[in-house]
């Protein structure tokens, strides 16, 4: 009788309410931080709807796959775990083992490789794994790497491009801003946005990337893209956080202000590292980038995230199914 497979799509989790904020931080951050941080998150929180869509959503997407599956004919089961917050890994883990997986896929909805999410989503799947019944939990390659993830953005981008009035509209791609002394040498992450940009751009008719510092058309940026043709685009970082020292970049913010003096007069945000909303688009782009963007002059327009879009399930799929039959190991 073949092995049941269980698929566990992990992730950093979010409050699912305004009392939640808190208690989610103090997971996320390992000590109980201030009541002025936590005043300010439950501000953001309250300003994008009173908590976090991402775990909704993740257990939705976790439904979705399992159905894609089984209509592929895969009798395979999945559930979603948060890192921070619930259904954690643990628990998700023991549903599939009570549904009868025998051994599990794991696959990060973090698209992109880094080891402040997916070396964590990591230690806490094996960790959990040892007091269960569990033969094996093998792992699914970056998201980033199927076409259908990459084709979204591509398509999403195309069709931003084409709605938006602006005569010298500047795109720029972005994921998360990590600070650079978290990085290790040749570090994956860095790497695999510049790649994925290059390939969206591409798809999308955009000019062919490469490194430019401190051009005339951008003075002061320093970035992997390009400022040929009637539309620029370059692949950049947002999100930054309040720790000392130097950041992964260049940041939306500044490349905006800088924008706005040198003749553009639109932005298009591509929000590739990102497959599900959260605080990093709701907020950080929706309420203070927008906002900035008006202030600056600039029309401002973000493509949508993955979400639950078939496209997504489709590339979860694609990262999942080399690993259904015992065996088998990712690429």
């Given at each position: 009788?073949?092995?049941?497979?269980?698929?566990?799509?992990?992730?950093?989790?979010?409050?699912?309410?305004?009392?939640?904020?808190?208690?989610?931080?103090?997971?996320?951050?390992?000590?109980?931080?201030?009541?002025?941080?936590?005043?300010?998150?439950?501000?953001?929180?309250?300003?994008?709807?009173?908590?976090?869509?991402?775990?909704?959503?993740?257990?939705?997407?976790?439904?979705?796959?399992?159905?894609?599956?089984?209509?592929?004919?895969?009798?395979?089961?999945?559930?979603?775990?948060?890192?921070?917050?619930?259904?954690?890994?643990?628990?998700a883990?023991?549903?599939?083992?009570?549904?009868?997986?025998e051994?599990?896929?794991?696959?990060?909805?973090?698209?992109?490789?880094?080891?402040?999410t997916?070396?964590?989503?990591?230690?806490?799947a094996?960790?959990?794994?040892?007091?269960?019944?569990?033969?094996?939990?093998?792992?699914?390659?970056?998201?980033?790497?199927?076409?259908?993830?990459?084709?979204?953005?591509?398509?999403e981008?195309?069709?931003?491009?084409?709605?938006?009035?602006?005569?010298?509209?500047?795109?720029?791609?972005?994921?998360?801003?990590?600070?650079?002394?978290?990085?290790v040498?040749?570090d994956?992450?860095?790497?695999?946005?510049?790649?994925?940009?290059?390939?969206?751009?591409?798809?999308?008719?955009?000019?062919?990337?490469?490194?430019?510092?401190?051009?005339?058309?951008?003075?002061?940026?320093?970035?992997?893209g390009?400022?040929?043709?009637?539309?620029?685009?370059?692949?950049?970082?947002?999100?930054?956080?309040?720790?000392?020292?130097?950041?992964?970049?260049?940041?939306?913010?500044g490349?905006?202000?800088?924008?706005?003096?040198?003749?553009?007069?639109a932005?298009?945000?591509?929000?590739?590292?990102?497959?599900i909303?959260?605080?990093?688009?709701?907020?950080?782009?929706?309420?203070?980038?927008?906002?900035?963007?008006?202030?600056?002059?600039?029309?401002?327009?973000?493509?949508?995230?993955?979400?639950?879009?078939?496209?997504?399930?489709?590339?979860?799929?694609?990262?999942?199914?080399?690993?259904?039959?015992v065996?088998?190991?990712?690429?």
């Amino acid at each position: 009788m073949p092995v049941r497979t269980g698929v566990l799509l992990t992730a950093f989790g979010g409050p699912d309410s305004l009392e939640s904020v808190g208690p989610f931080m103090s997971r996320f951050m390992g000590r109980e931080p201030s009541p002025q941080i936590v005043a300010s998150a439950r501000e953001k929180y309250r300003a994008i709807g009173g908590y976090s869509p991402l775990p909704g959503v993740a257990g939705g997407i976790a439904v979705s796959l399992e159905a894609h599956l089984r209509d592929c004919g895969h009798d395979v089961v999945a559930a979603a775990g948060m890192r921070y917050w619930e259904p954690s890994i643990d628990s998700a883990l023991e549903d599939l083992q009570a549904r009868g997986a025998e051994r599990v896929a794991m696959v990060s909805l973090s698209a992109f490789e880094s080891q402040v999410t997916c070396e964590a989503f990591r230690t806490c799947a094996l960790e959990a794994s040892q007091g269960l019944e569990i033969e094996d939990v093998c792992e699914a390659p970056m998201l980033h790497k199927a076409p259908q993830y990459r084709a979204f953005f591509a398509e999403e981008c195309a069709r931003a491009l084409d709605s938006i009035e602006a005569e010298r509209p500047l795109v720029m791609m972005t994921a998360h801003s990590l600070p650079v002394a978290d990085l290790v040498p040749d570090d994956p992450y860095p790497g695999g946005l510049r790649e994925v940009a290059g390939a969206v751009a591409a798809s999308a008719g955009l000019a062919e990337g490469a490194d430019f510092v401190d051009d005339d058309r951008l003075p002061g940026v320093s970035a992997f893209g390009s400022l040929e043709g009637p539309v620029a685009w370059l692949q950049g970082y947002q999100s930054k956080g309040a720790r000392p020292g130097a950041w992964l970049g260049p940041d939306l913010a500044g490349v905006m202000a800088i924008a706005a003096e040198n003749g553009y007069d639109a932005v298009v945000v591509v929000p590739i590292g990102f497959a599900i909303d959260h605080m990093e688009t709701l907020w950080d782009l929706d309420i203070e980038a927008m906002e900035q963007a008006d202030e600056l002059g600039l029309r401002f327009t973000r493509t949508p995230v993955p979400n639950d879009d078939h496209r997504f399930i489709e590339a979860l799929s694609w990262a999942v199914e080399p690993l259904l039959s015992v065996g088998n190991d990712p690429d």
